[in-house]
């Protein structure tokens, strides 16, 4: 059948053989976000499945890399998984990483043996939403996950030769709690230690929660120097060993990158060059989702 639309990926799986084994997300009621507002949760038909890992393969054997969708693909037992995970290793010999979204849940739902059994497989890549390293802020925008749970879901996955990569939506805390969000946020990613790390700003989308909380005033959005000076204290407080920073989302004002601890410096003398109007910003106009 291939990919039933809308989708999402990750900037860097553009190049991704992009295999749908779900259909939105287990969860879906995150306050903030409207990705799969329009599709009701499903594990597709193993069948279906791999009749796209077949017609891709006879098109394109040389794939390389595979991003599994939607927005939960591990929610899947290792039982359903790993079949999926070995047709993709015989479709494509020169196969190098499978990737895929995850949470924090159903990381810490699998034990480590199944984490090693995923890596064995080449699922050594995940990406996970912290969204913010503050509690109460990820209790107000319902997101089942929790902070601990995150950090221990990336440090087991770590253990078990999975990578993570972690992104952070500057702005989630609102003008009022953004420094509870910056705090918790430097916390929580010095404990991670993750090897990739994002930065996404907040764009509210119509007809979320938060949108209603925006419109009864309940809820402020940073504008554009507030959002820079979140990141900026976030990065000034990062103590992070080997990990590779991007911040170049269609969201973002100002596009970043570099790799902790080696470039920190020079990530903050950006950030306050943007601050004090010496660098030119990404017009509102060009950004997006």
């Known amino acids: ?36 507002k329009t599709k009701s949760f499903r594990i597709k038909d193993r069948d279906e499945v791999f009749g796209d ?4 393969s006879s098109q394109y054997p040389e794939t ?8 939960d693909a591990l929610v899947l037992s290792n039982s359903k998984l790993v079949p999926v995970l070995r047709k993709l290793n015989e479709c494509f010999p020169k196969l190098s990483r499978i990737s895929s979204y995850a949470n924090g849940t159903n990381i810490m739902r699998k034990s480590d043996a199944e984490l090693a059994e995923l890596s064995s497989h080449k699922l050594t890549l995940i990406y996970m939403g912290l969204e913010s390293g503050s509690q109460s802020i ?20 770590e253990k078990a030769r999975i990578r993570s990569s972690v992104i952070v939506l500057l702005g989630l805390g ?19 230690q993750p090897r990739y790390l994002s930065f996404l700003s907040l764009m509210v989308i119509p007809g979320t929660p938060l949108s209603s909380e925006v419109r009864r005033g309940d809820f402020r959005e940073l504008n554009a120097e507030e959002l820079l000076r979140e990141a900026c204290e976030i990065v000034r407080g990062l103590e992070l060993k080997r990990t590779v920073f991007r911040s170049d989302h269609a969201s973002n004002y100002l596009a970043l990158e570099g790799i902790f601890p080696r470039d920190k410096s020079a990530l903050l003398a950006r950030l306050e060059a943007a601050l004090g109007g010496n660098v030119r910003l990404r017009p509102e106009y060009s950004r997006g989702l």
């Open 1 to 36: 059948m291939g990919i039933i639309e809308p989708v999402i990926r990750p900037p860097s799986e553009a190049g991704s053989f992009l295999l749908q084994l779900t259909l939105g997300c287990s969860e879906n009621h995150c306050s903030f976000c409207g990705a799969y």
């Open 53 to 56: 890992i077949e017609r891709f």
């Open 64 to 71: 390389r890399r595979v991003f599994l969708m939607d927005g």
């Open 138 to 157: 990820l209790d107000r925008c319902t997101k089942s996950s929790g902070v601990r749970q995150m950090i221990e879901a990336v440090r087991r996955a």
């Open 174 to 192: 609102g003008k009022k709690h953004s420094g509870e969000h910056v705090r918790g946020t430097i916390e929580a990613l010095n404990l991670m």
